[in-house]
């Protein structure tokens, strides 16, 4: 069976238990508490020598991490990953931008806040990372502007790796009420068939 290590709280993570669900594939959760360094320790080192969640481990052991290399392995063969040469180059295209314009900033702060410590050092660099958050979603709603999904007109793996943290921006503090194409879809990825929520109702978010 696939074992998927992860932190609930992660929106890294939660792209990956989005498309499992999605695709009605069944896998163990093994939770690492990553506040705690469970991530580091020499045995998940050797899992993921980068020491973070997500990891998916599949049945003959080879582990693979990196949220989005996660998606695109599980994605081949579905209605998530298209067969145009064109529409997969934009599907990777939008899963980039993810990692390097959007995630660094809003993903980074939901968890200062969320986790802490905002200390004196991650308050000098807040309006930095606000300012990054704010571009990404403006580049963002000027492409929803005029079309459903980030790529042709179903959902890819761009969706799931984009809405991980952007549906849980609020947390970081940013407003997305100025951003409407954002909100719809954010409600179109929401009610497509299979989706599952990031976490529990009875969720208890922990604090460094
Ligand atoms: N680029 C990686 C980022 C993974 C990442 O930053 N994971 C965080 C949780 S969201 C983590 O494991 N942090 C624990 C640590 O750095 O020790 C991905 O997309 O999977």
């Known amino acids: 069976m696939l074992r998927l290590f992860d932190y609930l709280d992660s929106g890294n993570g939660y792209k990956v238990r989005l498309l499992l669900a999605k695709l009605g594939l069944a896998y163990e959760l093994v939770e690492l508490d990553i506040l705690k360094g469970e991530s580091r320790?020499?045995?998940?080192?050797?899992?993921?020598?980068?020491?973070?969640?997500?990891?998916?481990?599949?049945e003959d052991g080879t582990v693979i991490a990196e949220s989005n290399a996660i998606l695109y392995y599980l994605a081949e063969g579905t209605r998530y990953w298209p067969e145009e040469r064109l529409a997969r180059a934009?599907?990777?295209?939008?899963?980039f931008f993810e990692q390097y314009s959007h995630e660094p900033f809003i993903a980074v702060l939901r968890f200062w806040?969320?986790?802490?410590?905002?200390?004196?050092?991650?308050?000098?660099?807040?309006?930095?990372?606000?300012?990054g958050g704010e571009a990404a979603l403006a580049v963002m709603e000027r492409h929803l502007a005029s079309r459903p999904f980030f790529v042709g007109t179903a959902m890819t793996i761009a969706d799931i790796a984009l809405y991980a943290y952007t549906h849980a921006a609020a947390d970081?503090?940013?407003?997305?009420a100025a951003y409407p194409a954002i909100g719809a879809w954010l409600e179109r990825v929401s009610t497509d068939a299979g989706h599952v929520p990031m976490l529990p109702d009875d969720y208890v978010v922990e604090r460094t």
């Open 41 to 58: 320790t020499p045995d998940f080192l050797a899992k993921n020598p980068n020491g973070r969640i997500p990891a998916l481990a599949l």
């Open 90 to 95: 934009q599907v990777l295209h939008w899963m």
């Open 113 to 131: 806040h969320r986790h802490g410590p905002m200390d004196e050092k991650r308050r000098a660099l807040e309006p930095e990372k606000r300012k």
């Open 172 to 176: 970081g503090g940013f407003d997305l």
